[in-house]
């Protein structure tokens, strides 16, 4: 008698040997991220030992597209069925107007991060509000208060966004400040300030959290940090950092140093990456297999 075939390989643990979890078939459901360049990705990692842990016959690969390219790739996505998709830099902005419909979170920043098929319908949706809220929360922070928010580049928008729905006064300081003042208007901050330490110290008392939402400190020049006075905030304030190459950055080492509570870059990614998760397969996203997968 033939035997169906054995799948139940595929409920291996984080880090099993490759060999033994099952191969693609014919069933095989397949998501994705779109980026460019995308090598460095961790979401494959990430997703892929979520669908091992439970057993999904799923596959998540990267896909390098060029800008160019990024509305032949979503007709491919339409026409061969792939469940869902990320993007990443430089498609978050580009893809709005290619999307049937966006979640209110995608509409309010302007840039979509992640794909799903809603009633034969290309949803648009920005899970890095919400997956950066979660990732504070997780680790203990609640929202409110006084928050500083470093950068005004695209994580800052999702940022700022998410800080101010939550209910928290936010100071943004940025290098270029044109590009606080266009955030301060989209979402209606309290205040926007260069990215200089004798101009932000007068704050550093009444903030609760600072979020380096800048590049700076990110490889290859992990010796750099933002200009930000950590030793003038109040001893239980957090200091959170998008930049996740290295995990412990400069400002996250300093912090820790002067007694602060950090939270590091991984968290976010590894929320953004849960929620899309859920939308793709309408099963809670197993958050320690992914996270332990990526770190
Ligand atoms: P982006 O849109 O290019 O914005 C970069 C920001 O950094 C701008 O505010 C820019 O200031 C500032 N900046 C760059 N170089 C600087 C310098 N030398 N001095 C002062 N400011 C400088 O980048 P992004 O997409 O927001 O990403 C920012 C970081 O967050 C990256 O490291 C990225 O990997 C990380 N990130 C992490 C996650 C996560 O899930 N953890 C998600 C998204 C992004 P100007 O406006 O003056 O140019």
Sequence with gaps: MDSAPDRTLSTTNVGA???VCPLPDAETQLVGVLGYPVRH????????????????NWVYLAFEVPPPSLPDALRGMRALGI?????????KEAAVPLMDTLTPDAQAIGAVNTLYWHQWQLVGDNTDAAGFLR?????????????????????ARAVVYALKK??????????????????????????VLPLESQA???????VQLVVNCTS?????ASDAMPPVPLDALPR???????????????LLQTAHQLGLRTVDGLGMLVHQGALAFEHWTGQPAPIEVMEQAIR
């Excluded at 030992?49 to 057993?55: I, K, N, P, S, Y």
């Design 17 to 19: 040997d490759l060999r």
């Design 41 to 56: 990705s961790l979401s494959p990692v990430m997703h892929n030992a979520a669908f091992r842990h439970l057993g999904l």
């Design 83 to 91: 469940r869902g998709l990320n993007l990443t830099i430089p498609h």
């Design 135 to 155: 990732a504070l929360q997780a680790a203990g922070w609640q929202p409110g208060g006084q928050v500083l928010v470093l950068g005004a580049g695209g994580s």
């Design 166 to 191: 939550a209910g928290c006064r936010v100071a943004i300081a940025n290098r270029t400040l044109a590009r606080a003042q266009l955030l301060q208007q989209a979402f209606g901050t309290e205040q």
């Design 200 to 206: 932000l110290r007068p704050l550093m008392p009444t």
């Design 216 to 220: 700076l400190g990110m490889e290859p």
């Design 236 to 250: 239980d304030a957090w200091v959170c950092d998008l930049v996740y190459r290295p995990v412990q950055t400069r």
